[in-house]
């Protein structure tokens, strides 16, 4: 379970960084996204990985951490308010700009 865990971090990770080099704006939102989804699943596996273990301190003596679920819920709360944003700030300079290149300006070949 670790290893796809690991696996699945290391291609969201690397599929966001490669959108983020990339020069148009569209691509650059999604590989923010990617990141921000690799954020989350690390710090959701910092809470521990197991199945039917109780989220809350009792009787048991493994439990799950709740603060990294937590913190996964804010986050995918917070990162859907900034990508709805950017997204908006991306149509705005797209219609301003006439171009969705990250420069505003249009590479020379």
Excluded at 52 to 71: E, N, R
């Amino acid at each position: 379970m670790e290893a796809v865990f690991a696996i699945t971090l290391g291609f969201l990770t690397a599929s966001g960084v490669y959108l983020l080099l990339r020069a148009r704006v569209f691509p650059v939102v999604m590989g923010l996204t990617l990141i921000s989804y690799a954020v989350n699943l690390f710090l959701f596996g910092m809470g521990r990985l197991g199945t039917g273990i109780p989220a809350v301190l009792g009787s048991a003596s493994d439990y799950a951490d709740p603060l990294p679920q937590a913190l996964v819920l804010t986050a995918i709360v917070i990162g859907f308010a900034m990508t709805a944003f950017v997204l908006v700030l991306a149509l705005r300079g797209m219609g301003e700009l006439r171009t969705d290149h990250v420069d505003g300006e249009e590479p020379r070949p």
